[in-house]
């Protein structure tokens, strides 16, 4: 009988951490309107070929390889970060959204992974990471100086290292909107961002291995 009692009590401790997992959703719905939905595909990656030019290669430092459909990443350094960037760029002129899903992530210590966006180079650019699988930052940097333009807690119920996110970024008339696993977190005025270029790519900081699953960008052209 007390055997049947502790296995009812962690059925219930599970039921209502999945009621509060699904009432958080319902109160932090992301609002993006029609028009972007409907936007065109500019690009997109399932990482089933190597034909879309990102780069593979193998160091003491970081790798990069595609391999089974997967982008892998991983930098080998305690301290740090490791940029990676696509060759060719999206224009942060026109209304955009960013989309990226890492499935799989395996860090030790203090590390933070994410999508880089609006980069001249490793150097010069925006980025947008998960911190220790339970918040996000929001950062920029300008000749290798990174400074944090917002950060703050997210959902984390169910998060452990070896799980990924879904991270989006919404560019809409003057701000950009950023969502973590379809859920809004912050914004930005566009007033004084000043994008230094029009490159996107990933960002690992410490020692970490992350799987990307596939990126999208989308543009609405203007007509």
């Known amino acids: ?8 009590l962690a059925v219930y401790i599970m039921a209502a951490l999945f009621i509060s997992h ?10 993006i309107s029609s028009a972007l939905r409907e936007m065109s595909v500019m690009y997109e ?19 990069a390889q595609i391999d089974d459909g997967e982008y892998h990443i991983e930098h080998n ?6 940029v990676v960037l696509h060759p060719y760029g999206v224009s942060m002129g026109m209304d ?4 990226v899903s890492i499935s799989d992530v395996r860090g030790s210590g203090k ?15 925006y980025s947008f990471q998960v911190r220790n699988s339970n918040e996000y930052v929001i950062e920029q940097m300008v000749d290798g100086k990174r400074t944090e333009i ?7 119920i169910f998060a452990s290292n070896n799980f990924g996110k879904t991270l989006k970024l919404v560019k809409q008339r003057d701000k950009i909107r950023f969502y973590v696993d379809e859920y809004y977190v912050d914004e ?8 230094p270029g029009d490159l996107v790519g990933f960002l690992v900081e410490g020692r970490v291995k992350i799987s990307v699953d596939w990126t999208r960008t989308q543009i609405k052209y203007k007509g």
Not at 45 to 63: C, I, K, L, R, V
Not at 96 to 99: A, V
Not at 150 to 156: E, L, M, R, T, V
Request: aromatic share 10%.
């Open 150 to 156: 917002a950060k703050g807690p997210i959902d984390n």
């Open 22 to 31: 699904i009432s958080y959703a319902q109160d932090h719905k992301p609002e």
């Open 96 to 99: 955009s959204m960013i989309h």
């Open 45 to 63: 990656d399932q990482f089933d070929t190597h034909t879309n030019n990102w780069p593979e290669y193998q160091n003491g430092t970081a790798s």
């Open 188 to 195: 930005l005025p566009l007033n004084n961002a000043g994008f």
């Open 77 to 82: 350094e305690k301290e740090g970060v490791h």
């Open 1 to 8: 009988m007390k055997k049947m009692r502790t296995i009812s």
């Open 111 to 125: 590390h933070s992974y994410g999508f880089v966006f609006g980069a001249k180079d490793a150097s010069n650019n």
